[in-house]
Structures are given as C-alpha cells and as structure tokens.
T-cell receptor, first 115, second 114 residues
Framework: SQELEQSPQSLIVQEGKNLTINCTSSKTLYGLYWYKQKYGEGLIFLMMLQKGGEEKSHEKITAKLDEKKQQSSLHITASQPSHAGIYLCGADMYKRLLGNEKLTFGTGTRLTIIP | DTEVTQTPKHLVMGMTNKKSLKCEQHMGHRAMYWYKQKAKKPPELMFVYSYEKLSINESVPSRFSPECPNSSLLNLHLHALQPEDSALYLC?????????????FGPGTRLTVL
C-alpha cells in the first residue's frame, strides 16, 4: 500500500472556486513538502511544513500540517488557470540520526481548472 | 536563484547504446539526487549523493551508473537499457541532506528506450 495517500486523485474545478487537496500518512511525518508539476516537467517547490499545527501561505495557496503530523492539506482560494497541474506531497517518513533525507511522494492530485 | 539544469531535455536511445544524463546546480548545494518518474506515477528515488559521495542507492540496476565529479555536477550514465526504463528522469539538489532541506528539481530528461 502507498505510504502517502492523496485525495482526491483528480479534481476539476471552475475558475474562481476554492479547492482542497489532502495528503495522509499512517506514520508521523518529518518535513512535509508540497510540489506542483506540469505534465512532463520538473517539480516546483511550493511550501514545506515541519511543526504540528503549522500553516503557511503563499499568494492564494495555504498549506497546513495537523497537530499529530500525519495529515496535510493544501487549499487554493479563487482558483485560476495557472493553478492547473499535478500537486504532489512529499515527506521524509523515517527519522534518522544522520541526514540522508529520503523523500517519499504521495500519489498525486491532478487539478484541472475550467473557465 | 533555485535553478537546477538538466541536459538533454529529450533522449532516444537503443538498447545497445551508451548515453549520459547531466545535471548542474550553482546554488552551493551539497546533496544531489536522481529520481525516475513513470507516467502518472510519483517520482521514485534512485540515488542520493551527499558531499560528492554516494549515500543512497535504492537497489537500482547496474545499467544505471551515477557519478558526481564535483559538488555542482551530477551525471547518470546509461548502458544496455531496457524499454521499461523509458521515463522522465529528474535531478534535484538540496543544501544538506536532512528532512528540512528543501529539494529543488530540474526540468527533467524524457528518456525513450527503443
């Protein structure tokens, strides 16, 4: 089974509407990242959350990490065509004494914005 | 500047060819990564270099050979690949290799093996 589950798998939203994407883990997350990917291109870093209860915003995108650090949500307000793409959460799921970060990615959410 | 560059953008090769993918960053990052991404799947980690030394190899077949000539460059040498190796290959770099060091990704190389 996938260690990081995202929901929904795909989302079609009318321009101007709000939307939320969720990322859920069965384990405590150490460093939760949100990335956006256009088809066939690289990943664009959006935000990183580390502390339980933490919330960060950038332009119209807000990300939260719950208190238990096992779930994160990404909320987009007043969606625009430029928000279309694949959203991926990524997390280091194994706390190590010595570095060597190993990101595990979620299953991805494909967002389509219709005019 | 958080730019990671990758060349070539597209690569088509036969199963007997030898080719290399190149990744470069000038952010002073000391950790660099190779990921493989199949269509409609998330990226999967292949290799991690930390301070120019290979620190993680995710049981990748030997037909993929990574190389880190210096702290700014990361290569992936390809030899005797199979059609199922066709994928988007992504390079990333981060300042360090802890869980709070953000990884910045390049645009990827689209590899097709015939």
């Amino acid at each position: 089974s996938q260690e990081l589950e995202q929901s929904p798998q795909s989302l079609i939203v009318q321009e101007g509407k709000n939307l939320t994407i969720n990322c859920t883990s069965s384990k405590t997350l150490y460093g939760l990242y949100w990335y956006k990917q256009k088809y066939g291109e690289g990943l664009i870093f959006l935000m990183m959350l580390q502390k339980g209860g933490e919330e960060k915003s950038h332009e119209k995108i807000t990300a939260k990490l719950d208190e238990k650090k096992q779930q994160s949500s990404l909320h987009i307000t007043a969606s625009q065509p430029s928000h279309a793409g694949i959203y991926l959460c990524g997390a280091d799921m194994y706390k190590r004494l010595l570095g060597n970060e190993k990101l595990t990615f979620g299953t991805g959410t494909r967002l389509t914005i219709i005019p | 500047d958080t730019e990671v560059t990758q060349t070539p953008k597209h690569l088509v090769m036969g199963m007997t060819n030898k080719k290399s993918l190149k990744c470069e960053q000038h952010m002073g990052h000391r950790a660099m990564y190779w990921y493989k991404q199949k269509a409609k799947k998330p990226p999967e980690l292949m290799f991690v270099y930390s301070y120019e030394k290979l620190s993680i190899n995710e049981s990748v077949p030997s037909r993929f050979s990574p190389e880190c000539p210096n702290s700014s460059l990361l290569n992936l040498h390809l030899h005797a690949l199979q059609p199922e190796d066709s994928a988007l290959y992504l390079c990333a770099s981060s300042r360090g290799s802890t869980s709070t060091d953000t990884q910045y990704f390049g645009p990827g190389t689209r590899l097709t093996v015939l």
